[in-house]
């Protein structure tokens, strides 16, 4: 069962563009959303992450908008470098559950062209 | 300071072998996870280890998947009797419950384990 929902597969942006992916959960007790970027031969690393409290949240380049009605986050990168390539990660978890363990999409395999 | 370290980096076995991955937590990091990322998929949760708790097991695909956790550092995740289906990469992340980020796992490079 796909409790979370990720698309594009992959994406394909210019340098100073916006690099827009996103997801949709089923699972309205989820509290947590992180997302998580990931380089060739490394483990995911933490990105930025919201909570359902609020819309937006913004760090640097990077923003999570979340609709909570619609079951649905993105996140945003602004200004997108040939860096940001990587794969992306939005994930979903019950903080109050015992473990805390993160629901993961298929990822997005991003692409900046300089 | 040292980050979340698995061994080992790459495993090529024979179906039907046994295999054991390795985990080395941050130190101090009371939570420990196992994950598994097949090749152009997410990542699925096996089990979740917490202090001296019982261990979330609600991930682990078959009863040829074990795991334990001794001394609440060092974790193995077994595999017996190895499934072409296994290969995958095996991914360790740990994190500590406390009152600040409680949410945050940290990654190991994971463990590639590929099934002949």
């Known amino acids: 069962q796909q409790q979370v929902k990720q698309s594009p597969q992959s994406l394909i942006v210019q340098k100073g563009g916006i690099s827009i992916i996103n997801c949709a959960y089923e699972n309205t007790a989820f509290d947590y959303f992180p997302w998580y970027q990931q380089f060739p031969g490394k483990g995911p690393a933490l990105l930025i992450a919201?909570?359902?409290?609020?819309s937006e949240k913004k760090e640097g380049r990077f923003t999570i908008s979340f609709n909570k009605s619609a079951k649905q986050f993105s996140l945003h990168i602004m200004d997108s470098q040939p860096g940001d390539s990587a794969t992306y990660f939005c994930?979903?978890?019950?903080?109050?559950?015992?473990?805390?363990?993160?629901?993961f999409g298929a990822g997005t395999i991003l692409r900046v062209k300089s | 300071g040292a980050g979340v370290s698995q061994s080992p980096s790459n495993k090529v076995t024979e179906k039907g072998k046994d295999v054991e991955l390795r985990c080395d937590p941050i130190s101090g990091h009371t939570a420990l996870y196992w994950y598994r990322q097949s090749l152009g998929q997410g990542l699925e949760f096996l089990i979740y280890?917490?202090?001296?708790?019982?261990?979330?097991k609600s991930g682990l695909p078959s009863d040829r998947f074990s795991a334990e956790r001794t001394g609440g550092s060092v974790s193995t995740l077994t595999i017996q009797r190895t499934q072409q289906e296994d290969s995958a990469v095996y991914l360790c992340?740990?994190?500590?419950?406390?009152?600040?980020?409680?949410?945050?796992?940290?990654f190991g490079p994971g463990t590639r384990l590929l099934v002949l």
């Open positions: 994930a979903a978890s019950k903080r109050r559950e015992y473990g805390n363990k993160l629901v």
């Open positions: 919201i909570r359902p409290d609020v």
């Open positions: 992340a740990s994190s500590f419950p406390g009152l600040a980020s409680p949410e945050t796992q940290y």
């Open positions: 280890f917490q202090g001296n708790s019982a261990p979330d």
